[in-house]
């Protein structure tokens, strides 16, 4: 019998939680600071850096589609919840029969889909123009679907902060992503980064899906193979149990 309830919770968690993804492919996708902070400030940031230098094929298309899958999945989440906050529909999603983690479940995987879709856009420039190949097709797959979930993740914890004013929880979203750019080996190879560069790096979720993509397309790394699967796997549960409790604790200052 608690078998038995326990598929029906999950499936019922799972399908409430495709509904709220749907929910926020309608409406929040066109949103024109998703756009620009998800899509056109990763793309005109890096071509700022890459122009003009002599940026090696590697470096510049797994960088650049680490970063745009970095931007784009972490920038649907920070947007919804304060959106909906904002507009009162929050208090109307909490009152129906959904649990909170399927309303964050939801969120996280909106995120997702939308990082695996316009990743996919460097991905092939990268392919058609700087020689990138399919050295490890499983392995690229992997990388994209773990890390998009993984910056999703992150997305609906910078969400779980008690405003609800968008510009606040992008303020801090603008704070943790900035920094985690240029520390994970997008602009600079980890082995040209000092020994307490490479410890930070370590600490960082992007420097494990920059080097999973050049070993995917160029067959090269730094870290072991598998370690990089692990990592992003170990940081999307870390930032969405985080992101739970976050959310449960700030529910009656928002309310």
Request: one cysteine or more; proline letters at 5%; aromatic letters at 16%.
């Amino acid at each position: 019998m608690s078998k038995l309830y326990t598929k029906r919770t999950f499936l019922y968690t799972l399908k409430t939680s495709l509904v709220i993804t749907e929910k926020n492919v309608r409406i929040y996708y066109l949103k024109a600071p998703i756009i620009i902070f998800g899509i056109l400030f990763p793309v005109f940031f890096f071509l700022a850096f890459a122009l003009g230098r002599k940026v090696i094929p590697f470096i510049l298309t797994s960088g650049l589609i680490a970063m745009t899958l970095f931007f784009t999945s972490s920038s649907v989440g920070p947007l919804i919840t304060p959106w909906e906050r904002n507009a009162k529909t929050y208090e109307r999603l909490l009152a129906s029969p959904v649990s909170l983690s399927s309303i964050l479940l939801g969120d996280m995987l909106a995120g997702a889909i939308f990082g695996v879709i316009i990743s996919s856009i460097p991905l092939t420039i990268g392919i058609l123009f700087f020689n990138a190949k399919f050295f490890h097709p499983l392995f690229l797959v992997g990388n994209i679907v773990l890390s998009s979930f993984c910056f999703s993740s992150l997305g609906v914890l910078l969400a779980s902060l008690a405003t609800e004013a968008p510009s606040q929880v992008m303020m801090l979203s603008s704070l943790v992503r900035f920094p985690l750019i240029f520390i994970s080996g997008i602009f600079i190879p980890l082995d040209k980064f000092p020994f307490w560069g490479k410890v930070i790096a370590f600490m960082s979720p992007l420097t494990y899906t920059v080097d999973a993509m050049k070993y995917s397309l160029y067959d090269l790394k730094s870290y072991p193979v598998l370690i990089n699967l692990w990592a992003l796997l170990f940081f999307s549960f870390v930032f969405f149990s985080i992101a739970l409790k976050m959310h449960r604790k700030n529910l009656i200052k928002v309310l």
